[in-house]
């Protein structure tokens, strides 16, 4: 038998009108035929017609006037209102378990993650240090949820929980390398961070990117 080959043939033509620099009207016409090869009389044909026209032309902006004194720059990274509440460590342990058993795709681990993230930071570094004791486990597929969101702490406690757990070498090179470039984005540095994380920077085999991150946090802080 004869093979057959789908031949598509298109068309698109535009006729458009313009007033006093802009655009009043525009029509436009596609046609769309396919045919068979060879021609056999038979086929298939669309044609799709569309119109748009300007109405209105809007001289004046209506905007609500903001007074200078409510604006900000801020970050939008984990970007919340402060809670009141006082958060436990026991509390924030609870939440490092819920995370193990949530799916790890789904919106709710998202906002567990998120949560764990503002509680850290409501945490003293005792409250920490044990927090760590506790939680410093690994869930399916070796995640540990405690591990990833301290560099997004960004609190003097937490720096110097990750400057112990890296000074104990608790943790895998890979992990140590993402809390030392974590430094380099903490946004309101402390001179107890750099107090902590000095010591670091005289330890044999110091890699790059401990002098990267301590040394950015350095400048951030005097700047």
Partial sequence: SQSEQQILSSKLECVQSVKDGVLAEAKCS??????????KGSGAK??????LKLFQVETDTQYRK??????YVTSMLYEREETEREVTGGEVTELVWKLCLAHSTSFET???FMTLVFELRHLSLEALKAL??????KCRDNWQPLIDALPSCATEACVVLMKEIIASREVEEDKVEYFFWSFSFIPKPTSGMIESLAPLLKSPGASQSCFLGVT???HRFCS
Avoid at 66 to 71: C, E, R
């Fill in 216 to 218: 950015a946090l350095l």
């Fill in 66 to 71: 903001v007074d200078s004194k409510d604006l």
């Fill in 46 to 51: 669309t044609q799709t017609q569309s119109s």
């Fill in 110 to 112: 998202a906002d567990l």
């Fill in 132 to 137: 760590w004791q506790r939680s410093s486990f």
């Fill in 30 to 39: 596609e046609s769309n035929l396919v045919t068979l090869f060879p021609p």
